[in-house]
């Protein structure tokens, strides 16, 4: 009998973390990295939000015992308010279910098992879970590994300048009722693109009228425009305005720069009382199952942050500061190409929205700016526009000037 592991494939490292590995193992004083999508400040550094510094040090001596398997309370109540409003009537209804998860990834993957228990429990056939094309890396493989099948679908023109309505209403229309929809609620990764305000609305006539299941993926809400209200508009109009059950998937790693904490939450808004409190009691299960209790620290510092008023502005006032850097670097970047007169259209870098833009640079141009410039990014070509800084933004730009020149010489 062959020894236990030895059928076990070999699976290729994550894609990102590996551009991360070998940009901390590069030892050139020029290297850049545009890969991993963390906040920085103006001089490349991580920063701690100066609310998040305060709240810190109000919770510093909490006790260290288990929280309660949902999460800490006055964390989950605080996130959904944040996340539907002040006074939303599924809030007041009791029709929201809710539990802390461990960050983005972990809301994602609670959901996913949700609602994958819900299908076998109605009787129904496991629906398909639709991604958009392209998605965040992980996106797959979080339904995937709850058992999902999952399918893609264009999201982005074929030039990438803007949402593929034609494509999205398209699978829209034709995807079986009850069947999973992930949508990015603002600040599409890793494409930059989102629809508008009329787009959402014909996004969400064709999911009401198809009996379709929206999950939002929230992880960016406040460094889109710099107002979380503005950036939640989405979601809130599929529930408050169209009144459809949905799962809201919220990370503060990136609104609150809390990225070893892995602060999420997962909430399902439900077509009744009952439903919340039966949702509710699954979910428990699940967590119980999964990780027992969360961890306390980084929610004490969220529920810190929402429940004092005035923390709870100078947040509002960090998540302006972070957005208005990023879009200042957008900027930065475009100018200079501009500048230099590198040869392709630029202007969709200043259009995109987010920590993210694909520049439609090919997988050579990409590796030749890696090999020869220490510039690291993916190798779609998506940048993380918060890795620039007023340090490295004219580098990065002459960089990316002098090899598509080169490139195209070739060509």
């Not at 979080?142 to 699978?171: A, C, H, I, K, W």
């Amino acid at each position: 009998m062959p020894p236990l592991f030895s059928k076990v494939p070999y699976v290729p490292p994550d894609a990102i973390f590996e551009l991360t590995k070998l940009y901390n193992a590069d030892p050139s004083p020029q290297k850049v990295n545009l890969g991993q999508g963390t906040y920085k400040d103006e001089n490349g550094q991580p920063w701690i939000l100066p609310a998040v510094a305060a709240a810190k040090e109000k919770v510093r001596d909490a006790n260290h015992e288990y929280l309660p398997i949902l999460g800490l309370a006055e964390f989950r109540a605080r996130a959904v308010e944040l996340l539907l409003g002040n006074g939303a009537e599924v809030i007041k209804d009791g029709r929201v279910a809710s539990c802390q998860a461990l960050s983005g990834t972990g809301a994602l993957h609670t959901a996913g098992t949700m609602l994958y228990r819900a299908a076998q429990t109605a009787g129904r056939d496991i629906p398909t879970v639709y991604i958009t094309k392209p998605s965040w890396s992980n996106h797959r493989q979080v339904f995937e590994s709850v058992g999902f099948p999952v399918r893609e679908f264009n999201y982005t023109t074929s030039d990438n300048s803007g949402v593929d309505m034609e494509s999205l209403t398209e699978t829209l229309s034709q995807a079986p009722a009850h069947s999973i929809f992930v949508f990015h609620a603002s600040a599409h990764n890793p494409s930059g693109w989102d629809p508008t305000v009329d787009q959402w609305k014909a996004i969400g006539k064709i999911v009401q009228e198809r009996e379709l299941f929206p999950i939002f993926d929230a992880a960016y809400l406040g460094m889109t425009s710099g107002d979380f209200d503005t950036d939640a508009w989405a979601l809130r109009y599929f529930i408050h305005d169209l009144h459809l059950e949905a799962a809201v998937c919220i990370s503060f790693a990136k609104s609150m720069g809390l990225y070893g904490e892995r602060i999420g939450l997962c909430g399902f808004v439900t077509a009744s009382a009952t439903a919340a409190t039966a949702v509710e009691s699954t979910l428990a299960q699940l967590i119980r199952v999964e990780i027992s209790n969360p961890p306390a620290f980084g929610a004490r510092v969220v529920a810190q942050v929402l429940g004092d008023q005035g923390l709870r502005e100078q947040w509002a006032g960090n998540l302006q500061t972070m957005s208005g850097r990023i879009k200042g670097m957008r900027w930065a970047l475009y100018e200079g190409l501009v500048e230099f007169g590198t040869p392709g259209e630029w202007k969709r870098i200043t259009e995109q929205k987010g920590m993210f833009c694909i520049l439609g640079l090919s997988l050579n141009e990409v590796l030749h700016l890696r090999e020869k410039y220490h510039i690291y990014m993916a190798d779609s070509s998506r940048v993380s526009i918060a890795g620039l800084n007023p340090g490295n933004v004219r580098y990065v730009a002459e960089c990316i000037d002098k090899t598509v020149r080169d490139f195209r010489k070739k060509d």
